[in-house]
Nanobody, 121 residues
Framework: VQLQACGGGLVQAGGSLRLSCAASGRTVGIGNMAWFRQGTGKERGFVAVIGLTTGGAVYADSVKDRFTISRDNVQTMAYLQMNSLKPEDTAVYYC???????????????WGKGTLVTVSS
């Protein structure tokens, strides 16, 4: 399975960005897709996860009510709509996929290369 994430960029505080992640290859075993992020000098942290079949989602407290994760389970894609962005949201955002639901990176078998989001104040 290969994951390709895109949509990052530079935005001013209060602005919006939409990230996309496309899975290709043997995707039949993928049940969940998630976003993580890693700021400079920080550990990779959970942002959001969505079940591809149920559409159920969980968010990190820091992004709740500002970010929305969605999916296209026919094409095995996930999206992250990010609104009201803050400078502290600046990070490399990684798409992850796997069979097991979770908020910890080790739950996920497949990772994209990451896309940089920079929020200026």
């Amino acid at each position: 399975v290969q994951l390709q994430a895109c949509g990052g960029g530079l935005v001013q505080a209060g602005g919006s960005l939409r990230l996309s992640c496309a899975a290709s290859g043997r995707t039949v075993g993928i049940g969940n897709m998630a976003w993580f992020r890693q700021g400079t000098g920080k550990e990779r942290g959970f942002v959001a996860v969505i079940g591809l079949t149920t559409g159920g989602a969980v968010y990190a407290d820091s992004v709740k009510d500002r970010f929305t994760i969605s999916r296209d389970n026919v094409q095995t894609m996930a999206y992250l709509q990010m609104n009201s962005l803050k400078p502290e949201d600046t990070a490399v955002y990684y798409c992850a996929a796997g069979a097991i639901w979770g908020t910890r990176p080790e739950r996920y078998d497949f990772w994209g290369k990451g896309t940089l989001v920079t929020v200026s104040s």
